[in-house]
């Protein structure tokens, strides 16, 4: 097991005999694996990760190609289909780990740092919002290679890095990721069902659904996840947090950042009032 997962899934497309010399072990013990993992034998195995390798590579072109067929109301299928990706995810228990990453995000002695992907950086930027009112200590990381690689410089063993990163994996992130857990940064993962090789470093993984009805992944399974996350998170909320949220609310109300009610509301034009009172005479 040790050795498929160390180079997965290249370990797994061998021959039998080749896996079995490079884990130490006999044909048929790697066999006897195999059955356990409920596959019929090697070659359904093998299919299986081929068939993964095909998703890992599935890109907007391929997955137009594949969709192209379909009819009806692209919309209400694209909305379905993500509706639908959300509840199979919470039946099938992909957010067991959430407590974990509370744990890890909520620890006040430890900055949080957020980062994503070329998408997935605005599901980064929607938890980074949510967190900067729970608890000081929360960052958001962006902008160019160099700016990342700069950022690395700072991050330590007390840090929290919250990663986003879903297939086609960027190389960038992954690479960002790796070293910041090299420097002893407890790296969260949120990612897709195929998980990415942030996987290997990370102290927990939380993977959703992506599959969609359009060319394109959906993420609402992920925003989901983030908007569970939150509500988890503020369900424990104590005195810090609440003063903290309090104090934020001040200053917006103070600088008149929202409308909290029907004074603050932009006034109807005066020309086009005097026209709805006329016709509704």
Known sequence: MRRLLANYPAAGLGTVVRLARDSGVSDPTVVRFVTKLGFSGYPEFQQSLLSEVAAHMASPLTMFERQSGLRGDPCCAAMAAAGEAILTDVSHGVYSDTSSAIK???NRKARVFC???RFSRHLAAILHAHLVQLRPGIHIINGSASDLSDALIDLGRRDVLVVFDYRRWQTDIVGFAEQAAARGVQ???????????????AKVVLASSVQSSSPFDTMAPALALVEGLVA?????LDAQAKARISIFERFRSANRITL??????PQEPARRRARRMRVNR
């Not at 988890?232 to 424990?236: D, I, L, R, V």
């Not at 909290?260 to 509301?265: I, L, N, S, T, V």
């Open 104 to 106: 890890l995000i909520a």
């Open 115 to 117: 980062l994503g992907g």
């Open 187 to 201: 790296v969260v993962l949120f990612t897709d069902p195929w998980l990415s090789p942030i996987a290997k470093v």
């Open 232 to 236: 988890a998170m503020t369900a424990k």
């Open 260 to 265: 909290e009610g029907a004074a603050d509301r």
